[in-house]
């Protein structure tokens, strides 16, 4: 879809959305009184999405506001814009091509999907079994070194979208893991693969090297690290001699998974172990394709499926559920809302699971790099602002770091909080469950957030009068509280597939291709050129910056060798 997009700030709901916000600024924005005046408030800006329970209710909006929003999504063709991702439209413009994370996920028995020729359902069907089918040998032994031992580590070698998701899913679903673990190497800093394998035994190291590209600098090097660490440690032990055993051993010890199979071929790695992908999977969409098989192995095909069956309730709910109770569309306006309407400039994700300590990481690379745009989807400049700066950390240890700034700081931090009625790990301390303490803090930072404490309030509690300004919490701060009933292999593909949606929302009102990355680019070509110049190339370096030269010059005149 490359016609001209239409500007959000031109359409008739967004003057209404901003005489609207006039109009709650002259009559106070009020989470307490709204709250006193509606008795049914909760219970009415209170959704459900899958197995997600969302509570908007604490969102600075109305129910006219959220008619205001939904508007807007209507008159910027939004119902048009997800039905053309659905159907495999080249809705990522600037590199011409459709966007189908949806159909990793897709009911097996649903209508057959062709875009551009290709059977997309039956490819992706077949690729499925593929992984799933590698791990199973994996995990039942059947696959093994080439010694001849089974496998009980599996290290995944990736960046960006190739690492961030499968490292976020292995951490939040660590009770469901069998007994072969994972490990995950992504920084070019050596420091990183070295530390992954220092104490591994190479007898039973299953690498699996993922990359969308298979031309990424970091994964790439790692890649070449890792078979050379192999190739060491086996020679060492008498198991490698020629080229041939050699040859044998990369083909034992690693797998690939990447749109680029020619590539895969050259490193080495046996075509029959690459598993792919196809160019219309995002990088950070891509944790539901073949770049899930570090988690197929160790979680197991079953659970694996049931995860891919978490994004589809929520990928159904998206396309077919009407804006005014379509929960990512509802979530991803309200988002808008805050971003141009609120001057909000970043949106915090608290995951009261201490297991969802990366899903703000995994988040950033969703949103910001889908979203960090200033141009749309037809090469002119975006109208308002955009892409709101994610980030968070696990409640509650947030609570004792930043939460300062959200309860009282002067920067608007819309919050998304997350919990799950059941504990991954039900203790007690005595007779308390501590998962109930865990829950409290959530409930309660909600209502801190949303309705603070007055001057009268403080000044009741005896504080005296010169310390009362420092101790008010002017509340009306706004969070969203999503609850699921326990953090699962198929609720955690519905929390994903609620945010990649969110973000498609975001992007559609915006204007924006949020499926390219260009701007990842530069800083890599820029790498290349100084690269040479630390190695000490007069050439490169006279090519450089004032600042980087001095950075290169420090460099060489403090580096040990
Ligand atoms: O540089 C950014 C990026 O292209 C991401 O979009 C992507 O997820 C990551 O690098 C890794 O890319 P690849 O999977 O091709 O190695």
Redesign the pocket.
């Known amino acids: 879809m490359t016609a001209t997009p239409i500007d959000p700030t031109a359409t008739p709901a967004w003057a209404s959305l901003a005489s609207h916000l006039e109009a709650l600024a002259s009559q106070g924005v009020d989470l307490r009184s709204w709250f006193a005046a509606d008795p049914s408030r909760a219970a009415c800006l209170t959704f459900e999405a899958g197995d997600l329970r969302v509570d908007l209710s604490k969102n600075l909006v109305l129910a006219e506001t959220l008619a205001l929003l939904t508007g807007l999504a209507e008159q910027v063709g939004l119902a048009a814009r997800v039905e053309a991702m659905f159907t495999g439209e080249h809705i990522n413009a600037t590199e011409d091509r459709a966007v189908l994370h949806t159909a990793l996920r897709r009911p097996p028995d649903g209508p057959e999907l062709i875009v551009d020729g290709q059977n997309v359902s039956a490819d992706v069907a077949a690729e499925l079994d593929k992984f799933l089918g590698f791990a199973a040998r994996v995990r039942g032994g059947s696959l093994t070194g080439v010694t001849g031992k089974p496998f009980t580590t599996v290290v995944n070698i ?5 690492d961030l998701g499968p490292a976020m899913v292995y951490q939040a679903l660590a009770e469901y893991r069998g007994p072969i673990r994972a490990r995950f190497v992504s920084n070019i800093d050596p420091s990183d693969i070295s530390s992954a394998v220092a104490d591994l035994d190479p007898e039973t190291t299953l690498f699996i090297v ?4 298979f ?2 600098l970091e ?1 790439l090097t790692n890649a070449r690290l890792a078979r050379s660490w192999l190739l060491e440690m086996l020679g060492a032990r008498g198991v490698v001699t020629s080229a041939q055993s050699a040859a044998d051993a990369v083909a034992r010890h690693f797998v690939a998974v990447s749109t680029a199979r020619d590539k895969v071929a050259e490193f080495g790695i046996d075509p029959v172990n690459a598993f792919g992908f196809w160019d219309w999977v995002g ?2 969409y891509s944790v539901d394709s073949a770049i899930g098989t570090v988690l197929a192995v160790t979680l197991g095909p079953e659970l694996f499926r049931q995860f891919l069956d978490g994004f589809a309730v929520i990928d159904t709910h998206f396309r077919s559920t009407p804006f005014a109770r379509n929960v990512p569309v509802l979530m991803g306006l309200i988002n808008v809302w805050y971003v141009n309407f609120w001057d909000a400039h970043t949106h915090a994700v608290l995951p009261y699971s201490q297991h969802l300590a990366r899903f703000p990481a995994y988040l950033q690379q969703l949103t910001m ?1 889908s979203n960090g745009k200033s141009v749309r989807w037809d090469g002119s400049a975006v109208t308002t602002a955009t892409g709101e700066v994610f980030w968070g950390e696990p409640g509650t240890n947030g609570q004792h770091a930043f939460y300062q700034l959200l309860h009282q700081g002067t920067e608007l931090v819309p919050a998304d909080f997350i919990a799950f009625a059941n504990p991954q790990a039900p203790l007690a301390d005595g007779g308390q469950d501590v998962h109930e303490l865990l829950l409290a803090n959530f409930i309660a930072q909600t209502s801190a957030l949303a309705f603070g404490k007055t001057a009268a309030e403080v000044r009741l509690e005896g504080t005296a009068e010169a310390l009362v300004p420092a101790r008010v919490f002017t509340g009306n701060r706004p969070s969203t509280a999503i609850m699921a009933p326990a953090l699962t292999p198929g609720v955690l593909g519905q929390l994903i597939a609620l945010y990649e949606h969110i973000t498609f929302v975001e992007g559609a009102v915006w204007g924006i291709d949020s499926f390219d ?1 260009w701007g ?1 680019e530069l800083g890599k070509v820029l790498a290349g050129q100084v690269t040479p110049a630390l190695a000490g190339s007069p050439e490169a370096f006279a090519q450089l910056d004032a600042s980087a030269r001095a950075m290169v010059e420090y460099y060489r005149a403090n580096r040990r060798r």
Do not use: F, L, P
């Open positions: 990736g960046i960006g979208g190739s993922a990359s969308k590209t031309g990424t994964t990088g950070r790099e990355q990842v």
